[in-house]
């Protein structure tokens, strides 16, 4: 799997073609609605810095039809009015699972992602953030270079939705 996304380091998927092709097909295989997993890729790729990642699911919530306001309101979500309580609940359940560190995920926000989704939904959510850290850390550590994405370039590619 060739990878035309400039990297100071290395490049990954040149490297190491059968691991990065297995994160890859991981992170493919999660069924979760798209337009909520754009929003916790955003959230999560912002806590932990990764402007590549930023960039191409800024992009490709933007292609589902996200609207700017609340890509650009995730940073403050609980402040602000424009998330229901689904995606309030996985953005609470993203963070907390990408600081895990910091407490685990405490008992009361795994209770209110557990009442807006069914365990199936759960699990996948789940695998959407530990792909989405996953990604965020190999791409940091690569430094691959922000701004050259396309909505739907890794998508299009692979037969999925979205570069992971």
């Not at 490297?15 to 992170?27: D, E, G, M, N, W």
């Not at 907390?96 to 009442?115: L, M, N, Q, S």
């Amino acid at each position: 799997m060739s990878n035309p996304i400039p990297a100071k380091r290395l490049q990954l998927a040149e490297v190491a073609p059968k691991q990065y092709a297995a994160i890859f097909r991981l992170s493919s295989s999660v069924d979760l609605e798209a337009e909520l997993r754009e929003l916790v890729d955003v959230r999560v790729s912002q806590m932990n810095g990764c402007a590549f990642c930023i960039d191409m699911h800024w992009k490709d919530a933007r292609e589902l039809g996200e609207t700017e306001e609340r890509l650009y309101m995730l940073g403050a979500w609980r402040e602000s009015g424009l998330y229901n309580a689904r995606e309030r609940a996985a953005l609470e359940l993203s963070e907390a699972i990408t600081r895990i560190g910091e407490g685990h995920v405490p008992d009361e926000v795994w209770e209110r992602a557990r009442a807006n989704f069914e365990d199936y939904e759960l699990g996948q959510l789940v695998f959407a953030i530990a792909t989405i850290n996953t990604w965020n850390r190999l791409l940091i550590t690569a430094r691959v270079e922000p701004g050259h994405y396309q909505p739907g370039q890794f998508g299009a590619a692979a037969g999925t939705r979205a570069g992971r």
